[in-house]
């Protein structure tokens, strides 16, 4: 609305400065009128915030940025390529909105050592991380962290479960110190 | 009379509870409760602090606690994860693996935070540090291709690989008297407690259990406190170091893990 209302005052302006009126050949309308409901106007409603304070279009289920897990194979630390995309969409919303920090939560499945497994989580958040600095992301937008067995997602004792506990999660915050973690 | 204290974390209902109890399970108190997870508790060898590693701010966070007081500090922050303490057996440092240079390495550190410095200098990960009398310090490593235990001077240096048969050795502890290391070794899919003299490098399978977890030696060297699972749950179980004792500590209802024998007390 700025931008439209700069050009019409810049016109009274010149108007009521000059010595010899100029008829105005645009109609005259009063500058009040142009931020009215004209036609040729597409509303556009900027992005809400959710009950965290982050914009919804992290949040929204419609939105491919709701989508915050990579999953990864047995003994893997990987990122595999069909999970190529989203990082990609996140590493590009982190460059458009350099404010924005994140936090990259690594997990393992429940067998084995809890310490060794809290290292092994963090492999998987390295190599998110990595993957999100090399598409632009900046260093001090990120930290990478391991939760390691201690967080599972599904709590079952069998491979199903595992697979969905071999996982990295992408946690944001605004600006303003409000979101996920 | 001397007697021993354990620590070991429980999960009740969402909540993890680090308590405190004689060495039999009996008269557990509650030293912290938080909603998220405590793994990792260490006992200062004056029996008076433990250090642990909590999620509260979602991530791992190392913390030094003393029991009669209830006050906290906290030892290691750093960006990234800061987990796996190990105390120095004159109480002074800890050992503890950080994460913040990009993959988890060993460190160590004053008890009060202070005094930071680099114990190992490797491309892959190495975790679970703890000191031995005799001025090394025992971690895991899997900079040989797969987990296995290794030591290296308490100061840094050069390490030495300490188990070579499978393909996971784990959790390394040092006993008190210096003679024997137990460890946590997968053999054909099990996680199964094992003790090796570290004069003859013998190994011998203490457990014939499928889920040990956590070793912790009493302080007279002789049992091993272990983390193992009866029934989906978790309870604690104590182990003569020649494996021919084994007792189950009937500590109070709950998911039970994370033990650590606590030093003599008077």
């Known amino acids: ?181 | 009379m001397f007697s021993t204290r354990i620590a070991y974390v429980v999960k009740s209902r969402g909540q993890f509870l680090l308590q405190i109890a004689d060495s039999d399970g009996q008269g557990a108190a509650t030293a912290l409760t938080s909603s998220e997870p405590i793994i990792s508790p260490v006992w200062s060898p004056d029996g008076g602090r433990l250090a642990y590693v909590s999620f509260e701010k979602k991530k791992p966070v190392i913390y030094v606690h003393s029991i009669s007081s209830g006050q906290r500090t906290i030892v290691a922050n750093f960006k990234g994860s800061n987990s796996a303490p190990g105390w120095s057996t004159d109480g002074r440092r800890l050992a503890i693996v950080l994460s913040k240079d990009g993959h988890s390495q060993i460190y160590s550190v004053n008890a009060d935070g202070s005094g930071l410095q680099r114990v190992t200098q490797s491309a892959g990960i190495d975790t679970e540090p703890r000191y031995s009398v005799d001025g090394n310090i025992y971690f895991t490593s899997d900079r040989g291709g797969s987990p296995q235990i290794y030591r290296v001077s308490a100061t840094g240096g050069d390490a030495q690989r300490v188990t070579f048969e499978g393909s996971y050795n784990v959790s390394p502890r040092p006993s008190p008297d210096g003679k024997t290391l137990a460890f946590i070794t997968r053999r054909e899919g099990r996680f199964q407690l094992a003790a090796m003299d570290l004069a003859s490098r013998q190994v011998q399978v203490l457990s014939d259990s499928n889920k040990d977890e956590s070793p912790s030696f009493a302080p007279n060297s002789r049992m091993i406190l272990i983390a193992t699972e009866m029934g989906g749950r978790g309870v604690l179980s104590a182990v003569s170091s020649d494996g021919r004792i084994k007792q189950r500590l009937s500590v109070a209802a709950g998911d039970v893990r994370e033990p650590a024998w606590g030093p003599f007390f008077q």
């Not at chain 1, 105005?24 to 965290?52: F, H, I, K, N, Y």
């Not at chain 1, 047995?74 to 919303?93: M, N, Q, R």
Request: aromatic share 6%; proline share 4%.
């Open chain 1, 1 to 181: 609305m700025k931008k439209l209302l700069i050009p019409a005052l810049l016109s009274a302006l010149i108007i009521g400065c000059s010595s010899t009126p100029i008829p105005d050949e645009t109609g005259g309308a009063p500058v009040e009128s142009r931020s009215g409901s004209g036609s040729g106007v597409a509303p556009v409603v900027a992005g809400g915030l959710d009950s965290r304070g982050l914009p919804n279009e992290l949040t929204d289920p419609k939105s491919v940025l709701s989508k915050r897990s990579v999953y990864f194979d047995l003994d893997s630390y990987e990122v595999k390529d069909e999970y190529k995309d989203l990082v990609a969409a996140h590493a590009k919303y982190l460059v458009n909105n350099r404010a924005f920090k994140m936090l990259i939560q690594g997990n393992t499945d429940e067998r084995g050592s809890r310490e060794y497994n809290l290292a092994l989580g963090q492999k998987r958040a390295e190599a998110i991380k990595r993957s999100l600095t090399l598409l632009g992301a900046k260093e001090d937008q990120l930290e990478s962290v391991s939760l390691g067995e201690e967080k599972p997602k599904d709590a079952g004792h069998d491979e199903a479960a595992w697979s969905q506990n071999r996982r990295g999660d992408m946690l944001y915050k605004a600006a303003d110190g409000r979101g996920e973690f």
